[in-house]
């Protein structure tokens, strides 16, 4: 019998110790037992003797369907695989001159990201001589932190490179 399970689960014969605590196939107690005794009763029952609780004294064993068991596992995994969505970073694109309706209808977008569970970057971008006035860009960003201040949260404050400011926010509301 292969064991693929990652976790220290000790199977039928390499139990080493002597006694072990039994847990039936429906969870209740069958007392301490010789572990020779407790494989006979497995066997007789067409169980696995599983160790649950090496560190305990003695060990803690329970007889289990462990092919029925590894499968269970596998599903539940993959379950898990299948449900859990991978945050993505959208990008808002903005300019310093670009007008408060214009503003309101990327915050309007960055909120349906957000709220998909996206992260958003909203990046402003200053072309030419427009570098000489970061303040306007700073403005925007403020806006768009306060639009959507109940939905988000920012993850990476204002900052500049090269010819861009960005700020990120996350999905959480401020507290």
């Given at each position: 019998?292969?064991?693929?399970?990652?976790?220290?689960?000790?199977?039928?014969?390499?139990?080493?110790?002597?006694?072990?605590?039994?847990?039936?196939?429906?969870?209740?107690?069958?007392?301490?037992?010789?572990?020779?005794?407790?494989?006979?009763?497995?066997?007789?029952?067409?169980?696995?003797?599983?160790?649950?609780?090496?560190?305990?004294?003695?060990?803690?064993?329970?007889?289990?369907?462990?092919?029925?068991?590894?499968?269970?596992?596998?599903?539940?995994?993959?379950?898990?695989?299948?449900?859990?969505?991978?945050?993505?970073?959208?990008?808002i694109?903005?300019?310093?001159?670009?007008?408060?309706?214009?503003?309101?209808?990327?915050?309007?977008?960055?909120?349906k990201?957000?709220?998909?569970?996206?992260?958003?970057?909203?990046?402003?971008?200053?072309?030419?001589?427009?570098?000489?006035?970061?303040?306007?860009?700073?403005?925007?960003l403020?806006?768009?932190?306060?639009g959507?201040?109940?939905v988000?949260?920012?993850?990476?404050?204002?900052s500049?490179?090269?010819?861009?400011?960005?700020?990120?926010?996350?999905?959480?509301?401020?507290?």
């Open positions: 019998m292969r064991v693929t399970i990652k976790q220290k689960q000790r199977l039928n014969e390499q139990i080493q110790t002597p006694n072990v605590r039994l847990i039936d196939e429906r969870g209740g107690q069958m007392g301490i037992l010789a572990t020779t005794e407790a494989l006979a009763i497995a066997e007789e029952r067409g169980y696995d003797l599983v160790e649950v609780a090496p560190e305990a004294d003695p060990p803690v064993c329970k007889l289990v369907d462990f092919d029925k068991l590894r499968y269970e596992r596998k599903k539940q995994q993959e379950k898990a695989r299948k449900m859990s969505k991978k945050a993505e970073l959208k990008e694109r903005l300019s310093p001159n670009t007008s408060e309706n214009d503003v309101n209808v990327k915050i309007n977008q960055a909120r990201f957000i709220e998909g569970g996206d992260k958003v970057k909203a990046t402003i971008k200053f072309m030419g001589r427009e570098i000489t006035h970061p303040e306007l860009g700073r403005d925007i403020q806006k768009m932190k306060d959507l201040r109940d988000a949260e920012v993850e990476l404050a204002p500049f490179d090269r010819r861009m400011l960005y700020m990120i926010f996350k999905p959480g509301k401020e507290e």
